[in-house]
């Protein structure tokens, strides 16, 4: 997933913050700051593009239940993981966005006086609430993804029958932020566990319903995979 840099914001600020010459700052209104709101509609929508399809289960267990655990295995390490892993990703860089839009608004207002002295006030109120359009654009996305992010969370920790409460918080952005990396990587010491027990053999075929997770059951006919469900 590609990252989203704001590094052309932060410069943007910077130059607002030290700029005296009226043909600069009138230059940073006229052609840079709509540049910034471009840069949100676009990053924004590729990195939820990306993130928007959830893997299909293309490949389906052996007929023993060996077979099957080592396919759920396969399921949490090798699709729910990395897609929980992108999704804190996002919201991480979101909130980054969010943030420097926030200071190039705050650099905005602190040289209001001399901007007034460059450009007429209905230009900078624009700019302004152009801006803030954006950081209020971004706290759906973010919404959206925090509750995800809880549900994989919780998808894995059925799938791997995990004891403790969730690592990550989801309720709120600043709680997020606080325990997301360490959430995964404490999440992943679980799911490494998980991996590393013993698996003991069935001792005759499976028949019947088999739940193995909230959201998928396996239908099995003498010991053969006959279909897959998800809720």
């Known amino acids: 997933m590609s990252n989203i840099n704001v590094k052309h914001i932060q410069n943007l600020t910077k130059q607002i913050e030290n700029a005296t010459d009226c043909q600069a700052l009138t230059l940073i209104f006229e052609q ?38 080592k396919w759920l295995k396969k399921l949490v390490t090798g699709t729910i993981m990395p897609q929980l892993q992108a999704y804190i990703t996002l919201i991480i860089q979101i909130a980054e966005l969010q943030s420097a839009i926030q200071d190039l608004i705050s650099a905005i207002n602190n040289a209001d006086d001399r901007l007034k002295r460059c450009l007429e006030d209905g230009i900078i109120n624009n700019a302004k609430f152009q801006l803030e359009t954006k950081i209020n654009e971004l706290t759906q996305p973010i919404d959206d993804a ?17 004891p403790t409460d969730p690592f990550i918080v989801t309720t709120n952005l600043e709680g997020f932020l606080a325990t997301a990396e360490d959430g995964f990587a404490k999440l992943g ?31 099995i006919v ?10």
């Open 222 to 231: 003498d010991g053969m995979i006959i279909s897959a469900n998800t809720a």
């Open 32 to 69: 840079h700051l709509e540049g910034v709101t471009d840069l949100v509609e676009s990053k924004i929508a590729t990195q939820l593009e990306l993130l928007k399809t959830y893997l299909p289960l293309l490949d389906l267990p052996g007929p023993s239940p060996t077979a099957i655990l």
């Open 146 to 162: 925090l509750i995800t992010v809880g549900s994989l969370e919780s998808q894995i920790k059925n799938v791997i029958e995990s």
């Open 189 to 219: 010491l679980e799911v490494e566990d998980f991996n590393d027990e013993e698996i003991e053999p069935s001792p005759e075929p499976l028949s019947g319903s088999v739940a193995v997770s909230n959201t998928v059951t396996l239908e």
